[in-house]
């Protein structure tokens, strides 16, 4: 069971690469989900080998858990998700009296996958408009049907070859199975609603946004008499067209007065996950709204319209403007040009890292990927990494298809900088001032 959620928590953070990916490419409702039953092939087949009850409950949490620590960009909700998905393939087992059969893997695995939907949309923000619920629930049935087949139909044949491998003995429930799986049902139950209306009430943002760092007029938006236009915009976000009415980020942080030399935009939510977003497209985006959800004393505020989804943040608490300090990559060709980690998001991972003034989790780029995007045509002998008192040297064989090596995006305070550093938090270079690829 441990082995199972192990593969699964981590397995599932990449598998969300891949789904946004091919969302990117086809365009449509529905491009992400076509991988969810992937991420309960784990919970389903340790629930075929044991047949116990309470394996699908105590899999998804301890998925949760794994998926939370590798950097899954959901934060604390992938928690819930995970615990959701295990106990509906806790319950669908047990409405079934010959487990072995084909039906059971398969309504766990459709139920599994397609409650990610429910449980995400609990804490979306909330559009303008319910047009949006159709579109939801295309999102369900793709959901459903990859469970169908990935989460049922795949768990299902690995049991059958397991087991006539002798690589696994399939479990038999014993007598009291079903009254100690409904016992565990009900109380993981209570525990999930619990877990819901807490984090809905502590990941509610603050009722006014603080806006300080590199400006002029540091205040807290909303202020009273002073609030911009409101707009309304029609927009995209996995694959659902809704509309969304609020106030541009543009207009928000124009009243802060940003310094001349600010260029990035950095916005943190209540449950500490942050984002960047560079004032080009702050400056070429006119979809960017601060949304406010709920009234009165209640009223917390959504980010919405960037161009990556990972920049849609609910429950915003500040928003701090910065500058960057230059990274500059030489080229072979001897051409050069300033590391913008704003273009490399869709290739980011997270991880804590142990800076000098403490761990901190940044989001980083393979460095291979760098390399190639600067070389053109020609293979690098080696790269140095340079700061302002040494410098560190690869092979590009040390480097190549590496994606352990990466730079790291560093806040401190107003500004930005750069470290040279593994996935598993080790420094090698900090702060990471130029690239020269030879």
């Known amino acids: 069971m441990a082995v199972l959620a192990a593969l699964g928590g981590v397995t599932s953070t990449y598998i969300n690469t891949l789904g946004d990916a091919v969302e990117a490419f086809l365009g449509s409702a529905g491009g992400s989900q076509w991988a969810a039953g992937l991420h309960v092939i784990w919970i389903v087949l340790a629930m075929g080998i044991t047949g116990k009850p309470g394996t699908g409950i105590f899999i998804g949490l301890l998925k949760g858990f794994i998926e939370l620590l590798s950097g899954n960009s959901h934060g604390i909700i992938i928690l819930l998700v995970d615990l959701v998905a295990g106990l509906l393939v806790d319950f669908s087992f047990l409405l079934f009296r010959n487990k072995r059969s084909l039906f059971p893997y398969l309504i766990a695995g459709g139920l599994a996958s397609g409650s990610n939907v429910i449980v995400f949309q609990i804490f979306a923000t909330v559009p303008s408009n319910i047009l949006a619920l159709s579109a939801i629930f295309i999102l369900l049935i793709v959901a459903c049907v990859s469970g169908l087949l990935f989460g049922g139909l795949i768990p299902k044949l690995l049991v059958n070859a397991l087991s006539k491998a002798n690589i696994v003995k399939i479990a038999k ?3 009291n199975t079903g009254k100690m799986g409904w016992i565990v049902i009900i109380a993981t139950f209570i525990i999930a609603t619990l877990m819901t209306v807490y984090f809905k009430s502590a990941l509610k943002g603050a009722p006014a946004i ?11 938006f909303p202020i009273q008499d002073t609030h911009p236009e409101m707009v309304t915009r029609k927009m995209e976000y996995k694959g659902v067209m809704t509309e969304y009415t609020g106030y541009l980020l543009k207009d928000a942080l124009n009243h802060a007065k940003p310094v001349e030399e600010a260029d990035t935009v950095l916005i943190t939510a209540s449950d500490g ?3 960047m977003i560079s004032f080009e497209e702050l400056e070429s985006n006119p979809n960017i709204l601060v949304i406010p959800q709920g009234q009165a004393k209640n009223t917390s505020y959504d980010i919405v319209g960037p161009e990556s989804n990972k920049a849609w943040i609910r429950g915003i608490m500040n928003i701090t403007i910065i500058t960057s300090k230059s990274l500059v990559i030489t080229a072979p060709s001897g051409e050069f040009y300033n590391f913008d980690p704003d273009k490399w998001v869709s290739e980011m991972d997270s991880t804590q890292v142990n800076l000098p003034n403490g761990s901190q989790k940044l989001q980083g780029v393979p460095v291979w990927q760098i390399v190639e995007a600067s070389k053109r045509d020609e293979i690098p002998a080696e790269v140095k990494f340079t700061s302002s008192e040494e410098t560190v040297v690869y092979t590009w064989d040390d480097i190549n298809r590496n994606d352990n090596l990466r730079i790291f995006t ?16 080790e420094v090698y270079l900090f702060p990471v001032t130029k690239i020269e690829i030879d």
């Open 173 to 175: 429930p014993g007598t």
């Open 210 to 220: 603080q806006i300080n760092g590199a400006v002029q007029n540091p205040y807290k």
């Open 273 to 275: 996950y942050s984002f």
């Open 410 to 425: 560093v806040i401190e305070d107003q500004n930005l900088s750069f470290v040279l550093a593994n996935m598993s938090g």
